[in-house]
């Protein structure tokens, strides 16, 4: 997962056969509202999501996605600037 704050995106490689997949975005850890993004299945293996909507600061963000019956997770703290 790549963060480039240019182009306000978060830039991630998913397996071309994955079933789900999502992407959510925390705050703080003790905040409850989640951002999150559904992530549909393509041909491409490399997905972008925009973090214009997202509010300056500390943001940790959670990749989610299943591959059959496997479950993975990818995470990473950016900072929105």
Request: charged share 20%.
């Amino acid at each position: 997962m790549t963060y480039k704050p240019n182009s306000r995106q978060v830039t991630f490689v998913l397996p071309i056969y994955f079933t789900k997949a999502e992407i959510v975005f925390t705050k703080s850890s003790k905040s409850l509202e989640n951002i999150s993004f559904r992530i549909a299945p393509c041909s491409k293996p490399i997905h972008a999501v925009s973090t214009e909507i997202l509010e300056k600061g500390q943001w940790l963000a959670q990749l989610i996605w299943s591959e059959g019956r496997s479950q993975f997770c990818s995470e990473q703290l950016i900072d929105i600037i």
